[in-house]
């Protein structure tokens, strides 16, 4: 069955120190993964879809299929970080074509 | 980036009534529709999905006769939940898809059933 896990429900670190947000799928076919983040009172908006391999605000995410893996990661985290991130995988073929499933989130705090 | 609106953005109702949302891709042209429920701090949860012209598919434990789902054109989708009770307060997202290479979230509308 397709499944995304994000293991940790909150994550805090200091402004400047580095940040992993974890990520693991489960997928029979061949994974595409995206990372979104929802700013507090905003809607969803995409942060990095692994195919095009961009670095979005200073994140990046790499896919690790040996490890079933997508982290996000900054090496600087900022206070405007702050938010929850969900990781996503999308259904690239059969009935769940197009569909999204998320993990359960993880909401990043940075602290000054 | 493509705009996808959603309408009303908040609402408040009373316990039996029917509220519909409504979700309108503005800029391109939706051809599924994707409408998921979000509680407090927790993820996303897909109802339903629809394609313009089409019958809604919806996900196991989902009621059809509760939420219903129209498709009508390839700029809008509408979700109306049917004798609405307070346990279907929540947050009702949708997604806006054009493909795998365009999808859109809307700005989502809170559902507060008294």
């Known amino acids: 069955a397709q499944r995304v896990t994000q293991p940790e429900k909150l994550l805090s670190v200091f402004k400047g120190a580095p940040v992993e947000l974890k990520c693991n799928y489960s997928y029979s076919g061949s994974p595409e993964l995206f990372w979104y983040v929802q700013y507090s009172r905003q809607r969803l908006q995409l942060l990095l879809r692994?195919?095009s391999r961009e670095s979005i605000k200073g994140f990046t995410a790499d896919l690790n299929k040996g490890e079933t893996s997508f982290h996000l990661k900054k090496p600087f985290a900022q206070e405007e970080d702050s938010a929850m991130y969900y990781c996503?995988?999308?259904?690239?073929?059969?009935?769940?074509?197009?569909?999204?499933?998320f993990g359960q989130g993880t909401i990043l705090t940075v602290h000054p | 980036g493509a705009v996808v609106s959603q309408h009303p953005s908040w609402v408040i109702c009373k316990s039996g009534t029917s509220v519909k949302i409504e979700c309108r891709s503005l800029d391109f042209q939706a051809t599924t529709m994707f409408w998921y429920r979000q509680f407090p701090k927790q993820s996303l949860m897909l109802m339903a999905t629809s394609n313009e012209g089409s019958k809604a598919t919806y996900e196991q434990g989902v009621e059809k006769d509760k939420f219903l789902i129209n498709h009508a054109s390839l700029t809008l989708s509408t979700l109306t939940v049917t004798s609405a009770h307070p346990e279907d307060s929540s947050f009702y997202i949708c997604?806006?898809?054009?493909?795998?290479?365009?999808?859109?979230f809307g700005p989502g509308t809170r559902l507060t059933v008294l």
């Open positions: 692994h195919i």
């Open positions: 997604r806006a898809a054009a493909g795998t290479d365009t999808q859109y």
């Open positions: 996503a995988l999308l259904h690239a073929g059969g009935t769940s074509y197009g569909k999204l499933t």
